[in-house]
Structure formats: C-alpha cells, structure tokens
C-alpha cells in the first residue's frame, strides 16, 4: 500500500525511456526525432523528480509508523509497571 504509487512511477519510467528508444530507432525525420525525444526527456524529469518526492514520503511513513509503535509500546510498559 505505501509503495504502490511508487511503483506506477517507475513503471511510467519505464515506459517514457521505452518511448525515447522507440523515437531513436524510427525513421522520421530527425528534427522531429530530437523534438520528441525532448519533449519525452522533460516528462522523464518530471517523473523522476515525483518518484525522489515519494521515497522521502514513504521514508516520513515508515518513520511515523516507528514512532507510532515505539510510543504505544512505551505507554503499555508504563501501564503494565504501575500495575504491579
């Protein structure tokens, strides 16, 4: 669940690198070989760009999910030494 928006980035990756490979090996024109081919490379950076800002959230999730059981462990110790 954390990571599947990660996971579609880097299948759109995937995809636009497929895509910059496809436009090299065709035979159109060059010109507009070059302009496609930069266009595809300002979404790969964009993409790249989303998929640095996930992995930080994903770190942030993971961080908070410690955090979360850290402190839950810590007050049901606390209970428990009041306790007896």
């Known amino acids: 669940m954390i990571y599947r928006k990660l996971k579609k980035l880097e299948e759109q990756k995937r995809d636009i690198q497929s895509l910059i490979i496809a436009a090299y090996q065709s035979g159109a024109d060059p010109e507009v070989v070059m302009i496609r081919v930069s266009d595809l490379q300002t979404d790969l ?40």
């Open 45 to 84: 950076e964009s993409v790249n760009d989303e998929i640095q800002m996930e992995e930080t959230f994903v770190r942030l999730k993971q961080g908070l999910v410690f955090f979360a059981a850290s402190v839950t462990l810590l007050i049901i110790v606390t209970l428990f030494k009041k306790l007896l």
